[in-house]
């Protein structure tokens, strides 16, 4: 790196293994909260944080924003915010034959159920600004992740984003202040 020059980075390196996360933020206070980190993101994996979540804060109504991805809408996640509302197993139906499990759509409509304790609205395609938790994870990119980030192991990563956490949630945590300033589409 010179000054008045691009940098270079070299194209070969050595990558020790990746991991995933999933994780909520609080949109009143701005925690983030129940961060799941590990290498994989399965429809368990989410239907865990969900639980999580819900856990940490039983007796509050949760709305939680997420995209359109299957495991979003999956049948073990209905079943959960079933049991969390008090709502019979038995009336979900069969999964692909009847019933609220019948297909995505239905299980998605059961999940945006506004008259549910736990709530899913789902982010149009290409519109993953809308939900917050994306925003944090471009935060989390630029502070720690970003292009001269090294990590020699897998659990040094997850150290890391763990700690990193802890330091967003005790010093750095605050609401985002949503405005909009441009000119509204004239359809």
Same mark, same amino acid.
């Given at each position: 790196?010179?000054?008045? $020059?691009?940098?270079?980075?070299?194209?070969?390196?050595?990558?020790?293994?990746?991991?995933?996360?999933?994780?909520?933020?609080?949109?009143?206070?701005?925690?983030?909260?129940?961060?799941?980190?590990?290498?994989? $993101?399965?429809?368990?994996?989410?239907?865990?944080?969900?639980?999580?979540?819900?856990?940490? #804060?039983?007796?509050?109504?949760?709305?939680?924003?997420?995209?359109?991805?299957?495991?979003?809408?999956?049948?073990?996640?209905?079943?959960?915010?079933?049991?969390?509302?008090?709502?019979?197993?038995?009336?979900?139906?069969?999964?692909?034959?009847?019933?609220?499990?019948?297909?995505?759509?239905?299980?998605?409509?059961?999940?945006?159920?506004?008259?549910?304790?736990?709530?899913?609205?789902?982010?149009?395609?290409?519109?993953?600004?809308?939900?917050?938790?994306?925003?944090?994870?471009?935060?989390?990119?630029?502070?720690?992740?970003?292009? $001269?980030?090294?990590?020699?192991?897998?659990?040094?990563?997850?150290?890391?984003?763990?700690?990193?956490?802890?330091? #967003?949630?005790?010093?750095?945590?605050?609401?985002?202040?949503?405005?909009?300033?441009?000119?509204?589409?004239?359809?």
């Amino acid at each position: 790196m010179r000054a008045g $020059r691009p940098e270079r980075v070299d194209p070969e390196y050595i990558r020790h293994g990746t991991t995933g996360m999933i994780a909520s933020r609080n949109v009143a206070s701005g925690e983030i909260v129940a961060p799941l980190i590990q290498p994989t $993101r399965t429809e368990e994996d989410f239907v865990r944080h969900i639980n999580d979540v819900v856990s940490i #804060y039983p007796e509050d109504k949760h709305i939680f924003i997420t995209d359109n991805l299957n495991t979003h809408m999956s049948e073990s996640l209905v079943k959960l915010v079933a049991v969390k509302c008090g709502i019979n197993e038995a009336s979900l139906g069969i999964k692909e034959k009847h019933g609220i499990l019948k297909s995505m759509a239905s299980r998605a409509e059961f999940l945006m159920d506004d008259t549910h304790q736990i709530v899913f609205v789902y982010t149009p395609k290409h519109c993953s600004w809308l939900n917050q938790i994306e925003c944090w994870f471009s935060i989390l990119t630029r502070r720690l992740l970003n292009k $001269r980030a090294s990590f020699k192991s897998i659990g040094e990563l997850e150290q890391k984003l763990l700690s990193f956490i802890d330091y #967003y949630n005790q010093f750095l945590k605050k609401p985002f202040q949503w405005n909009f300033k441009g000119n509204l589409l004239k359809v």
